[in-house]
């Protein structure tokens, strides 16, 4: 049986499995918060799961190994600034957002000011953040069918897209949150063992000598001449060629790493669906541990398809090293046990990424559908007078045409590393969504026009930073290879559009004489105990 017909059994299996989990959860759905929140019936382990499942997207299994494979320490860099990025959400985000909202990240900033201008503001930028990540699983499914079924053109990707695309809309319409969690729950357990079990094969290859492997990497993928220097930062970040524009690029890619976490819509909803301020925390410190694990096990994925399948094969597969993983999947199993190793573990890999990108792509897709309804339709265009019935309604219908941008901009994106374009919606979730968040739990201050000004200002300021760099235009990888319009030299826009969003948030208080010291007396007390934040609705 050849590799192809076996993951397409694999994976149609896991989708019929998950198709199931939907039906099931559809069934369970029967109220609003049934839909956004999954009943709130999920324990802080389970929770815990889904978060890693959501966390662990396409960027973080096929993106991050392409990275190290084709840069060395250099992309080792991105596993480091997704994990240390969950210390900022811990600390500050999750336990404090569980108790003060109910369903979205608006709930939060609309208690104690004008709802409409928040809630439409906040609307946005979580359907606009969430997109981005979208493209990024996107982009991940196109590369990796086209690795398993041999698929070179651009029109068999764009076609796979569509289908990734269906299917998540299937999902989140009928299986809501529940669903979603479940499905998630399912991938995080199957891409732990996936990724588990290829570190080892690695490892044990090299006798469990990790110097044995990284020097292989080196000899193998360094610059020929200088293989060392795989190792050590300066292959892809600050260059010598960058100048002092690729040290600040790389600063501003830390900057939107460490800090995007705690403004993503997807991860921030997953906090209401447990029941307690005590499971929050606890289900983030879960997520934390199985994160970190498999951030770990990206060292040994990357740097072992850079010794074992090589910098150069990899490039020719996907130029963004998007099919790193799976191609060290084919090639271990052949060194351990033969062409059948190599057809059944890249078989195996490949549907567990495939699975991935389902998980993560209908939490992705859930988020936004739900901040449409539940803020811009139930609270801005309604103005609280929608029935639940209507809000779900409007959620599903919503989840279809957020699906379909997400295909067409997803069709366009290819060629792009999905790591890479993860950190631009890091960047963009950072520069709109955290100064709002932070501002309103912390300042006693804060008012209607600093939380528009932070979230449009950031959120304006990081997308036009984004379309005049080169990432849009100027060169071989950008989005249009043959135009030429960079105004900005840095790839993300961090280090720039994220100051600007806490400045702005600043100006915007000062400048208005808005103030109700009572609201925000009453959601201190709600973000320390939880009192009230479930049976009462805000604005």
């Given at each position: 049986m050849?590799?192809t017909?076996?993951?397409?059994?694999?994976?149609?299996?896991?989708v019929?499995?998950?198709?199931a989990?939907?039906?099931?959860?559809?069934?369970?759905?029967?109220?609003?918060?049934?839909?956004y929140?999954?009943?709130?019936?999920?324990?802080?382990v389970?929770?815990?799961?889904?978060?890693?499942?959501?966390?662990?997207?396409?960027?973080?299994?096929?993106?991050i190994?392409g990275?190290?494979?084709l840069?060395?320490?250099?992309?080792?860099?991105?596993?480091?600034?997704?994990?240390?990025?969950?210390?900022?959400?811990?600390?500050?985000?999750?336990?404090?957002?569980r108790?003060?909202?109910?369903?979205?990240?608006?709930?939060?900033?609309?208690?104690?000011?004008?709802p409409?201008?928040?809630r439409?503001a906040a609307?946005?930028?979580?359907i606009?953040v969430s997109?981005?990540?979208l493209?990024a699983?996107?982009v991940?499914?196109?590369?990796?069918v086209?690795?398993?079924?041999g698929i070179?053109?651009?029109?068999?990707?764009?076609?796979?897209?569509?289908g990734?695309?269906?299917?998540?809309?299937?999902?989140?319409?009928f299986?809501?949150?529940?669903?979603?969690t479940?499905?998630?729950?399912?991938?995080?357990v199957?891409?732990?063992?996936?990724?588990?079990?290829?570190?080892?094969?690695v490892?044990g290859?090299?006798?469990?000598?990790?110097?044995?492997?990284?020097?292989?990497?080196?000899?193998?993928?360094?610059?020929?001449?200088?293989?060392?220097?795989f190792?050590?930062?300066?292959?892809?970040?600050?260059?010598?060629?960058?100048?002092?524009?690729?040290?600040?690029?790389?600063?501003?890619?830390?900057?939107a790493?460490?800090?995007?976490t705690?403004?993503?819509?997807?991860?921030l909803?997953?906090?209401?669906?447990?029941?307690t301020?005590?499971?929050?925390?606890?289900s983030?410190?879960w997520?934390?541990?199985?994160?970190?694990?498999?951030?770990?096990?990206?060292?040994?994925?990357?740097?072992?398809?850079?010794?074992?399948?090589?910098?150069?094969?990899?490039?020719?597969?996907?130029?963004?090293?998007?099919?790193?993983?799976?191609?060290?999947?084919q090639?271990?199993g052949?060194?351990?046990?033969?062409?059948?190793g190599?057809?059944?573990?890249?078989?195996?890999?490949?549907?567990?990424?495939?699975?991935?990108?389902?998980?993560?792509?209908?939490?992705?897709?859930?988020?936004?559908?739900?901040?449409?309804?539940?803020?811009?339709?139930?609270?801005?265009?309604?103005?609280?007078?929608?029935s639940?019935?209507?809000?779900?309604?409007?959620?599903?219908v919503?989840?279809?045409?957020?699906?379909?941008?997400?295909?067409?901009?997803?069709?366009l994106?290819?060629?792009?590393?999905?790591?890479?374009?993860?950190?631009?919606?890091?960047?963009?979730?950072?520069?709109?969504?955290?100064?709002?968040?932070?501002?309103?739990?912390?300042?006693?201050?804060?008012?209607?026009?600093?939380?528009?000004?932070?979230?449009?200002?950031?959120?304006?300021?990081?997308l036009?930073?984004?379309?005049?760099?080169?990432?849009?235009?100027?060169?071989?990888?950008?989005?249009?290879?043959?135009?030429?319009?960079?105004?900005?030299?840095?790839?993300?826009?961090?280090?720039?559009?994220?100051?600007?969003?806490?400045?702005c948030?600043?100006?915007?208080?000062?400048?208005?004489?808005e103030?109700?010291?009572?609201?925000?007396?009453?959601?201190?007390?709600?973000?320390?105990?939880?009192?009230?934040?479930?049976?009462?609705?805000?604005?």
């Amino acid at each position: 049986m050849s590799s192809t017909t076996l993951g397409m059994i694999l994976f149609l299996a896991f989708v019929a499995a998950t198709l199931a989990i939907t039906f099931w959860a559809s069934r369970q759905t029967k109220t609003a918060a049934d839909y956004y929140a999954g009943g709130r019936s999920f324990s802080g382990v389970q929770n815990g799961l889904a978060i890693g499942g959501d966390y662990m997207s396409a960027a973080s299994f096929l993106g991050i190994a392409g990275i190290i494979a084709l840069s060395g320490y250099d992309g080792f860099l991105y596993s480091i600034g997704f994990l240390v990025a969950w210390l900022v959400a811990l600390l500050l985000v999750a336990e404090l957002m569980r108790n003060s909202g109910k369903f979205t990240m608006a709930d939060v900033l609309a208690f104690r000011m004008s709802p409409r201008p928040v809630r439409t503001a906040a609307g946005v930028s979580t359907i606009v953040v969430s997109i981005f990540y979208l493209l990024a699983q996107m982009v991940g499914a196109g590369a990796l069918v086209g690795l398993l079924l041999g698929i070179t053109g651009e029109a068999g990707k764009a076609w796979t897209i569509v289908g990734v695309g269906a299917l998540m809309i299937v999902y989140v319409v009928f299986g809501g949150m529940k669903g979603t969690t479940w499905v998630q729950i399912v991938k995080a357990v199957l891409l732990m063992g996936g990724a588990a079990l290829v570190t080892l094969l690695v490892l044990g290859k090299y006798g469990f000598n990790l110097s044995a492997l990284l020097g292989q990497a080196a000899a193998t993928s360094g610059p020929p001449g200088n293989p060392g220097n795989f190792l050590i930062p300066g292959l892809k970040y600050g260059t010598e060629a960058q100048g002092l524009a690729g040290k600040i690029d790389l600063i501003s890619l830390g900057l939107a790493l460490v800090l995007g976490t705690a403004g993503l819509p997807h991860i921030l909803i997953r906090f209401y669906t447990v029941p307690t301020a005590k499971d929050a925390r606890k289900s983030v410190l879960w997520g934390i541990g199985i994160i970190g694990v498999f951030y770990l096990l990206t060292l040994v994925l990357g740097f072992g398809a850079a010794a074992l399948v090589g910098k150069a094969k990899i490039a020719a597969g996907d130029a963004a090293g998007n099919t790193a993983a799976p191609m060290l999947a084919q090639q271990i199993g052949q060194d351990m046990f033969g062409p059948v190793g190599g057809t059944i573990l890249l078989a195996l890999i490949g549907a567990v990424a495939f699975a991935t990108i389902l998980a993560v792509v209908a939490g992705l897709t859930l988020a936004s559908s739900s901040s449409f309804s539940h803020d811009l339709y139930a609270h801005v265009f309604k103005r609280g007078q929608a029935s639940e019935r209507q809000e779900v309604v409007v959620a599903r219908v919503s989840a279809f045409v957020i699906g379909a941008v997400a295909i067409g901009l997803g069709i366009l994106a290819q060629g792009q590393n999905v790591a890479f374009l993860v950190a631009l919606a890091f960047a963009v979730a950072a520069s709109g969504n955290l100064p709002a968040i932070l501002y309103s739990l912390f300042w006693k201050r804060f008012n209607t026009a600093g939380a528009v000004s932070a979230i449009y200002g950031g959120l304006v300021s990081a997308l036009l930073l984004v379309i005049f760099s080169p990432v849009v235009s100027g060169g071989p990888t950008a989005l249009f290879k043959t135009a030429d319009f960079v105004l900005f030299p840095l790839s993300n826009p961090g280090i720039v559009s994220i100051p600007l969003g806490f400045l702005c948030g600043w100006l915007g208080t000062i400048l208005s004489k808005e103030y109700n010291a009572a609201k925000y007396a009453e959601i201190e007390v709600r973000s320390l105990t939880g009192v009230g934040a479930e049976k009462a609705t805000p604005h």
